[in-house]
Nanobody
Framework: QVQLVESGGGLVQAGGSLRLSCAAF?????MGWFRQAPGKEREHVAT????????SYAGSVKGRFTISRDNAKNTIYLQMNSLKPEDTAIYYC????????????????????WGQGTQVTVSS
């Protein structure tokens, strides 16, 4: 069993920055961030490998968001810069607890555990 605890959400003006954190309690491998805006499907934001060397980003956030991890703290981060109103959503941390998965990292079905979510609101 793995528990994921997110923090760092809040209200920020367009163009501002926020950093989300996700602490994992239990063994994880690949970890990532997804988000869900009101009335929309949950979408992939970013994912990072266990080593931290390999990352994957959604096109809408590439160049603005950076995912990183500190394995000593079993924590991942999402640095979000140049925020836009369309980034407003609940952000969820997710973890894969298997060494290999048959699905792309962008597919939420491949993740085994999810956090409770943290609200990010970007005002215009």
């Amino acid at each position: 069993q793995v528990q994921l605890v997110e923090s760092g959400g809040g209200l920020v003006q367009a163009g501002g920055s926020l950093r989300l954190s996700c602490a994992a309690f239990g063994r994880t491998y690949v970890m990532g961030w997804f988000r869900q805006a009101p009335g929309k499907e949950r979408e992939h934001v970013a994912t990072i490998s266990l080593s931290g060397i390999t990352t994957s980003y959604a096109g809408s956030v590439k160049g603005r968001f950076t995912i990183s991890r500190d394995n000593a703290k079993n924590t991942i981060y999402l640095q979000m810069n140049s925020l836009k109103p369309e980034d407003t959503a609940i952000y969820y941390c997710a973890a894969i607890t298997r060494q290999t998965v048959p699905t792309p990292w962008s597919d939420s079905a491949g993740y085994d555990y999810w956090g409770q979510g943290t609200q990010v609101t970007v005002s215009s």
